[in-house]
């Protein structure tokens, strides 16, 4: 029988190796990135273009490279971070299984520039597709510098697989991020399609933290530390009202290694039991330092996955540590439910008397009026007639409300629902939903005015690198639209005018929905996506009627809509109750 088994070619087993590293234009940043903290640079640089799928380049101003060491770095299972088996257990560098730069150049086109302080000349290394095209002496600055130019050319099906650049461009964002704040005393910069996104100084965790995502987050930081010996936490979480329904304020560092633990997730949710409301997730910055032998963090290709010596001990520091700062800062909850009660009991009198109810005294004979003036007897008959003259002239019945015009017969439930008979049926209304569809209606013809009524305060809003370069982007719609705003410091956005229809209360978090999308592509892009937002902030916030003739007004206008069933997302605006259900009940 013919062999079958045969050592497949390098070409071929980087590819294969590259769909476990490089799974998207985010995995090669944070690859380049870590290697540069690796080489001990104290200034990074990361150049973006099309969301990484043509240019991902970063620059940095660490060791360097020798000519033989520029060369080894893109072999397989190449690395100056371990030498032996034990090695494994004590890791201190992000890197360590010298696959990411094979991998990368694998499915690109990378060109390497960098130089030793102590040398001469520096080394130019061109790669494509994993082939070496040539290496050369070059004059450069010290450090290291990676350009990886069309990632996945070789491979169109991974290629076609990426999402769009929004997307990608999200993922490449929180990659940085979780670098940049595990490493807070090295400089950071970001560029995207040559436009500045992140300039982070050095500095501390909380300046560090406030840099990325903006002052507002500042007053909401509580600090955590604890020292056992063999484990140190410390870093910040957020006061309740600052958790989010969704996640992306969570982070979980471990000697500067960025990694996610569902089961530490739960212990911090766990601390702010009693503080949130159901479906609330807390921000969180929390950073471990401990022996790099009681942890194993080669259980990922990714590297994002670790393993504790002893993982319970973790989660109840965690728990404790927090839920001891919280209480420091007047976060807990104000009752102790788990006081003896017995303790509250009140004690017995000191001679055994019986407790006497507490009494109220009254004096039935006083008279507010007795220190009064008493009208004379002309003056009572004067203001008799003068009583009997305008009642003569007053109609019969006197009625504090309005006739009810409303031919239906229209109640509210408890529960917020309403219930309605009509033509002999019985519905029950979801007003928030049918107010939405009219609301809908009404702004379908109706292009948004752009009339600004100005503010008797302006309103402050502090952004961030990346709300700051997104209000760049969109700054020449906005007059047109009714806003009237200028960056009155580095980071601080002063709105002096607002739209009509939109109230102040509403101008923060209309703007930050506004800034949620990282690149509109056209004008028309954004103006679909604000013309979304402003209907929905609109039916929203005039959703305020807590009155029946106010519930009547909008049935009537609901009516002139033909009664629709459902709203365009398919969710019901009412529900048809039966009669004869009911009264099977009975």
Not at 37 to 43: E, G, L, S, V, Y
Not at 226 to 238: I, M, N, Q
Request: charge should be negative; glycine fraction near 4%; include cysteine.
């Amino acid at each position: 029988m013919q062999d079958i088994i045969q050592l497949l070619p390098d070409h071929v087993a980087n590819q294969i190796a590259a769909g476990e590293v490089v799974q998207r234009p985010a995995s090669v940043v944070k690859e380049l990135m870590e290697n540069a903290i690796d080489a001990q640079a104290t200034k990074i640089e990361l150049i973006i273009r099309d969301s990484g799928k043509n240019l991902i380049q970063v620059v940095d101003n660490g060791l360097g490279m020798s000519e033989t060491d520029a060369r080894m770095a893109f072999e397989r299972h190449a690395t100056s971070k371990i030498k032996t088996t034990e090695d494994i257990f004590k890791i201190i560098t992000k890197g360590f299984r010298g696959e990411a730069l094979a991998s990368i150049a694998a499915v690109s086109q990378v060109e390497l520039r960098t130089k030793k302080e102590d040398s001469k000349t520096g080394t130019n290394i061109y790669i494509e597709g994993g082939g070496f095209q040539f290496q050369e002496p070059i004059q450069t600055s010290d450090g290291s510098s990676f350009s990886v130019k069309n990632l996945f050319y070789n491979v169109p099906a991974r290629r076609k697989f990426l999402k769009s650049n929004t997307i990608e461009f999200r993922h490449i964002i929180d990659e940085f991020q979780r670098v940049a704040l595990a490493h807070e005393n090295v400089e950071f910069e970001m560029f995207h399609n040559d436009e500045p996104i992140f300039r982070l100084r050095k500095g501390n965790q909380m300046q560090r933290i406030v840099d990325i995502f903006g002052r507002k987050i500042h007053s909401l930081l509580i600090p955590i530390k604890e020292d056992l010996g063999w484990v140190k936490l410390e870093g910040f979480v957020a006061k309740p009202e600052g958790a989010k329904k969704t996640r992306g304020e969570q982070f979980l560092f471990i000697n500067g290694r960025y990694f996610r633990s569902p089961y530490l997730n739960k212990a911090v949710q766990d601390a702010f039991e009693g503080l949130l409301l159901p479906g609330y997730i807390p921000s969180f910055f929390l950073y471990l330092e401990t022996d790099p032998s009681k942890i194993d963090v080669n259980i990922h290709p990714q590297k994002i996955e670790v393993k504790f010596e002893d993982e319970n001990l973790i989660f109840a520091l965690f728990r404790s540590t927090i839920k001891r700062s919280l209480g420091i800062y007047n976060v807990a909850p104000s009752l102790d439910f788990e006081k003896d009660t017995n303790a509250m009991q009140l004690s017995p009198s000191r001679n055994n008397a019986s407790i006497k109810n507490p009494e109220i005294s009254v004096d039935r004979d006083y008279n507010p009026f007795l220190t009064e003036r008493n009208p004379s007897t002309a003056e009572k008959v004067e203001l008799t007639e003068f009583y009997k003259n305008n009642i003569s002239t007053a109609p019969s019945k006197i009625n504090l409300f309005e006739e009810e015009d409303f031919e239906e017969d229209l109640m509210r439930l408890p529960n917020g629902y309403w219930l309605l008979n009509k033509s002999g049926k019985t519905l029950m209304l979801d007003l928030g939903r049918m107010h939405r569809l009219v609301v809908l209606s009404q702004n379908k013809f109706k292009k948004i005015s752009g009339v600004s009524q100005s503010l008797l305060f302006s309103v402050e809003y502090f952004m961030n690198e990346i709300e700051k370069n997104k209000f760049r982007s969109i700054k020449k719609y906005l007059p047109s639209l009714g806003f009237e705003m200028e960056i009155a410091h580095e980071n601080v956005l002063r709105i002096n005018s607002i739209p009509e229809g939109l109230k102040e209360k509403q101008v923060i978090p209309f703007l930050e929905k506004i800034f949620e999308i990282l690149d509109y592509k056209t004008e028309e892009e954004f103006m679909h996506f604000y013309e979304h937002q402003w209907n929905k902030m609109q039916a929203k916030s005039r959703f305020d009627f807590l009155y029946k003739t106010d519930a009547e007004i909008l049935i009537k206008q609901y009516q002139q809509l033909g009664f629709p069933e459902f709203l365009p997302s398919g969710k019901r605006c009412f529900y048809e109750i039966s009669l004869e259900d009911l009264e099977n009940k009975f």
